[in-house]
């Protein structure tokens, strides 16, 4: 079975992380035989510059027709002065929205070698491994009606409608509950059910969907508190299921248990596992082509895209232990080396690349 997956590199630091990225698949494909066929499109300021629209007609074809995309990262200065409408990021808007992406999977994991650049102390964050799944594409983001308007008196008002339909909330609380089923078997859901209607009938659905899952261990959450414990203790979570705007915040809080930006992966999914895959940070424009930009975010969004896409457990787990294999070594980029001692190595993108392909290739070739 060839797999088809399309390259989005996108702007900025996107194409110089991407062009080494890619080496990871030929890896896979040469040592174990994931077999995939890759196509390249351009998003964002990229597609602006050639095309001018951020999401080209030719990009979202192949993007419907690929089994999984890989993005970097849109944006820069280059494109700031424009509308809104025509920005480099609603190429991403675009994808999401086209492709039906309603399910965004943001791990907070911290490899032991880097506790000390988290803002928390490290006995508290020091292997944490964690996953939030935040609703994409409904919720307070997206209801109608919204909008600003004036009242009887004269005064402006502002206001958007939260809303979420029985099938939406059991969806995502379905795959809330797969995904807990896969990793640690806990299953948090986190609301706001003391106060807002839609998230009490939230919390009746999830509970609903409870039943399919005997085996899964749910708890209910209300958001002002998962903020709190997410800096308290944040160890305890597994999986953290959420609607849009309540996971859009708790995954920022979350990601930066992590201290680093250029390490946190994700996806987005649709119903049937076909996923976008991006690294969480942008297109670091004041870094961009110095070979300075942390490429590992890019790893291991490919990493979620063998376990979650196309259900290569294997694969995912040797290139994330690929990853820690490099950390151990002692090679940092500039952005998780603050505060190390002299034992580890400054290395560029290119060198941090080719440490963690190195490695996942002979972790391929010793079993
Ligand atoms: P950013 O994530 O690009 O950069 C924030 C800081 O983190 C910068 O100092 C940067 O150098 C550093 N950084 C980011 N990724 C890094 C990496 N892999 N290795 C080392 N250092 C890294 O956020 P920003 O500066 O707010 O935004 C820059 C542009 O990116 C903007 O145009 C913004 O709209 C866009 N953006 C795009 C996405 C996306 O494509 N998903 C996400 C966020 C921002």
């Not at 009490?200 to 999830?206: D, N, S």
Request: proline share 5%; glycine share 10%; with cysteine.
């Amino acid at each position: 079975m060839t797999r088809k997956i399309l390259i989005l590199p996108g702007d900025g630091i996107g194409p110089e992380i991407m062009q080494h990225a890619v080496r990871v698949l030929e890896a896979a494909r040469d040592r174990y035989g994931f077999e995939v066929e890759l196509e390249h499109a351009l998003v964002g300021g990229a597609a602006i510059d050639a095309e001018g629209t951020p999401l080209p007609a030719t990009t979202l074809e192949l993007a419907r027709a690929a089994d999984a995309v890989l993005l970097g990262a849109v944006g820069g200065p280059k494109w700031d002065a424009l509308p809104t409408a025509q920005r480099p990021e609603r190429g991403l808007l675009g994808l999401r929205s086209n492709l039906e992406l309603f399910a965004n999977l943001r791990p907070a994991i911290l490899f032991p070698q880097l506790a000390s650049a988290s803002s928390l102390k490290p006995e508290l964050v020091s292997g944490l491994d964690i996953l939030i799944l935040r609703e994409l594409t409904g919720g307070i983001y997206f209801g109608e009606p919204r909008g600003v308007e004036r009242d009887a008196s004269g005064q402006r008002r502002g206001f958007n409608t939260y809303v979420y339909t029985e099938s939406e909330i059991r969806r995502i609380a379905r795959l809330g509950f797969e995904l807990a089923g896969a990793r640690g078997k806990r299953l948090c859901s986190v609301d706001k059910a003391n106060v807002l209607e839609v998230t009490a009938l939230w919390r009746e659905i999830v509970d609903e969907e409870a039943r399919n899952f005997p085996d899964i261990e749910l708890s209910h959450m209300y958001v002002d508190n998962a903020g709190m414990q997410l800096v308290r203790a944040p160890k305890q979570f597994d999986v953290i299921v959420t609607g849009n705007m309540f996971g859009d915040i708790l995954s920022d809080v979350a990601a930066m248990l992590t201290g680093s930006l250029g390490m946190l992966p994700s996806a987005a999914l649709d119903a049937n596992s076909k996923g976008m895959y991006e690294p969480v940070h942008g297109s670091a424009p004041d870094i961009a082509g110095k070979n300075l930009a942390n490429p590992l975010a890019t790893l291991l969004s490919i990493a979620m895209m063998f376990r979650y896409t196309f259900a290569q457990a294997r694969l995912a787990d040797e290139l994330e232990g690929a990853v820690s294999d490099v950390l151990d070594a002692g090679l940092r980029t500039r952005d998780i080396a603050q505060g190390e001692s002299a034992s580890v190595q400054l290395v560029g993108t290119d060198a941090m690349t080719d440490a963690v392909i190195k490695a996942f290739s002979q972790r391929l070739d010793a079993s």
